[in-house]
């Protein structure tokens, strides 16, 4: 079986997916700005659409994956034009906090929650339970987004699974005493080119790396996402929550774009062959 996530995972969790077919998966990206030679070019302007009342704003559509999942050369090459660190997984989804320098600020609950999910890991990641793949995490997993950009929302699709999460810029306010989601329930403004996104009411056993770090129902977070140029996204994340953490961090994601490909089925449960060789309790 083949499957986006190319023998990417083996140490800490796994990944299931459906047998690829041809599914417009070398049907060429329209709109695609070209160099003087007639290749892709990435480093271009941004493109800009009319939000609402904002006026131009860059336009985040398009399919998207974190770049160190991407095969190279195949999808995109790094900036130097080399494929390094290209073919793996994301550090962020093995460790959130690896960029930081202390690493996480766990709270003591936070801890012995790692321990508790570190005994029973396969048991306990929602990933491999075929569950949905809950942001952030998901911005550090080896499957494409699709967001797709109109005037009072943003709609994320996620292939694993069919999953989606919406991002309203209509105006709305977060909802107050909300139903614990997998997702949360997302609000943004624009801050220059910035989106601002502020998240709540997320359930209270999210897992935002394959670590464990947790993510409860106190939990907020803040994304501050950019387009600097047509083939990237920078995510500036920054996670608050009381329970888990002593104090709110901050970290930086990227993601590249994804050229000549439209989103494939990929259920996690699906010919699934593998939980059965898991040591789960």
Not at 14 to 34: D, E, M, N, R
Not at 57 to 77: F, H, I, Q, Y
Request: overall charge negative.
């Amino acid at each position: 079986m083949l499957c986006r996530a190319h023998a990417l995972f083996v140490l800490t969790t796994a990944f299931f997916c459906a047998p690829l077919s041809a599914q417009w998966i070398h049907y060429p990206t329209a709109g695609v700005p070209k160099t003087s030679t007639g290749k892709p070019n990435l480093a271009a302007p941004a493109p800009r659409t009319r939000d609402g009342k904002t006026g131009l704003k860059p336009d985040l559509s398009g399919m998207w994956m974190n770049s160190v999942s991407l095969p190279c050369p195949a999808m995109l090459k790094a900036d130097d034009g080399s494929c390094a660190e290209r073919n793996g997984i994301a550090p962020e989804e093995v460790n959130i906090g690896k960029s930081l320098p202390d690493g996480l600020p766990y709270t003591p609950w936070a801890l012995d929650e790692m321990q508790r999910r570190k005994a029973n890991l396969f048991g306990d990641d929602p990933h491999v339970r075929c569950l949905p793949p809950s942001f952030p995490r998901a911005w550090g997993l080896p499957h494409i987004t699709k967001l797709i950009q109109i005037p009072g929302e943003i709609a994320i699709l996620d292939e694993y699974n069919a999953s989606y999460r919406q991002i309203f810029t209509d105006g709305r306010p977060l909802p107050v005493d909300p139903q614990p989601s997998w997702q949360g329930y997302s609000t943004a403004h624009w801050e220059g080119d910035a989106l601002v996104v502020r998240t709540e009411g997320f359930r209270d056993d999210i897992w935002l790396d394959s670590a464990g770090s947790p993510l409860t129902s106190v939990g907020k977070m803040t994304e501050r996402i950019r387009r600097p140029n047509f083939g990237t996204l920078t995510i500036d994340l920054t996670i608050e929550d009381a329970k888990a953490y002593t104090k709110p961090w901050t970290i930086h994601l990227k993601q590249a774009f994804v050229l000549d490909t439209e989103l494939i089925d990929e259920i996690c449960l699906e010919n699934e062959q593998s939980i059965r060789h898991l040591p789960l309790k």
